[in-house]
Every structure is written in C-alpha cells, then in structure tokens.
T-cell receptor, first 113, second 119 residues
Framework: DGGITQSPKYLFRKEGQNVTLSCEQN?????MYWYRQDPGQGLRLIYY???????QKGDIAEGYSVSREKKESFPLTVTSAQKNPTAFYLC????????????FGQGTRLTVV | AQKITQTQPGMFVQEKEAVTLDCTYD???????LFWYKQPSSGEMIFLIY??????QNATEGRYSLNFQKARKSANLVISASQLGDSAMYFC????????????????FGKGTKLSVKP
C-alpha cells in the first residue's frame, strides 16, 4: 500500500544526545515536510523539501537538521541544540502541485528523559 | 498575526446532530487553498475536505461540508449527523499562492478544535 511511514513511534532521548526520526514515502511525491506538535497546539513547520537535494527552513528550524538524498526519504535529526525537544513530530508529503492535500505519517512521539 | 484562527478550543455535540467548527484565515493572495484535517487520539492526521479560493461552490465530502465565505475569509466545517467516532481534534489549514518551489505552498495550521460527541 502507498503511504508514509514514520519510525519509531516512540523515542526516548537523553539530554545532550542527537536522535534521528525516519520518514519514508512511496507515493512518488516531490514535496516532504516535518511538523512539530505540542500538546493542545497546532502544527508548526520545521523544515520542508520540494525536491531532492534541496530543503528549506520552516518557522522553527533551530536545533533541527534534515537531509533529502532520495525522493522517498526525509529524515529529521533533533540535535542537542534543541532546548525543548519533547513533542509529537509529524512527517508529511504532497505531490508539490498547487492546492493538493498533504498526506501524513503516523507520527513519532519524542520524550527527553 | 495568525494566519489561521480557530476560536473554539472545545465543542460538544449530541450524537446525530450537526455541528459547525469555525475557521477564519488571513491572506493577501488571490490563489489559496483551505483544508480541514481530523486528528484522533492516535495522532494521525486525516484529510477531510478541500476548498480552493476560486471554487464557486462549497465543497462537500460525505457528511462533511465546507461553508466558504470568501468576503468574510471564513471556511467553517460542518459535520452532519455526528457519530461517536467523530470525537477528535479538527484542524483548519491554508496553503497560500501557487508558486511551486517557494515558501508558499506549505500548509499553515490553526490551533485546532477538540470535538466531543455525546451519546
């Protein structure tokens, strides 16, 4: 089945560690996105990529990094520079054409311990 | 300034009744799209309905309809015949412009409305 797969579903990180969240899609979509969601809040854009080997910062990129070496994959690294990383992270993709919906993965819940 | 405003943090509705979830937006673009997503407690985001800024008719998808009032910049979601499974967070989102390759085109979300359906 076509879709977006995020892994792991739950992730625990010690303070000072970097962790990488995986996002893979087999929808042949050009555009991919990472969002952060805090309790009771909407989604805020961290990074986005509209083509392989190119990505742009979103509204809250500080403390995060991404890569887009393959069309299907858009991993997000939460670095030790991110002061408050505990949150729910959602990856999405879209065809990249105007006014098409984004399809989301199941999310990764990251907790700093 | 907020681009998407959802003024109802929480709503209750009786099963089988209709409910309207409010959404207002702010943009200076002529071309934009409006989206509604449902987020159950599992966390996944489920696409419900889309309305383009040039669409003259209100969008409908099954029990979901979008009450689009362009002059008032509102895009309210109407759920008819509510079911217990409709209990979830609902997010309104907007995609501005049509420029592929720029920062336009990203979905901007409101803070959401938590809908609870009572039996």
């Amino acid at each position: 089945d076509g879709g977006i797969t995020q892994s792991p579903k739950y992730l625990f990180r010690k303070e000072g560690q970097n962790v990488t969240l995986s996002c893979e899609q087999n929808l042949n979509h050009d555009a991919m996105y990472w969002y952060r969601q805090d309790p009771g809040q909407g989604l805020r854009l961290i990074y986005y990529s509209q083509i392989v080997n190119d990505f742009q910062k979103g509204d809250i990129a500080e403390g995060y990094s991404v890569s887009r070496e393959k069309k299907e994959s858009f991993p997000l690294t939460v670095t030790s520079a991110q002061k408050n990383p505990t949150a729910f992270y959602l990856c999405a993709s879209s065809p990249g054409r105007d006014n098409t919906e984004a399809f989301f993965g199941q999310g990764t819940r990251l907790t700093v311990v | 300034a907020q681009k998407i405003t959802q003024t109802q943090p929480g709503m209750f509705v009786q099963e089988k009744e209709a409910v309207t979830l409010d959404c207002t937006y702010d943009t200076s673009d002529q071309s934009y799209g409006l989206f509604w997503y449902k987020q159950p407690s599992s966390g996944e985001m489920i696409f419900l309905i889309y309305q383009g800024s040039y669409d003259e008719q209100n969008a409908t998808e099954g029990r979901y309809s979008l009450n689009f009032q362009k002059a008032r910049k509102s895009a309210n979601l109407v759920i008819s015949a509510s079911q217990l499974g409709d209990s979830a967070m609902y997010f309104c989102a907007m995609r501005e412009g049509g420029n592929y390759g720029g920062s336009q085109g990203n979905l901007i979300f409101g803070k959401g409305t938590k809908l609870s359906v009572k039996p």
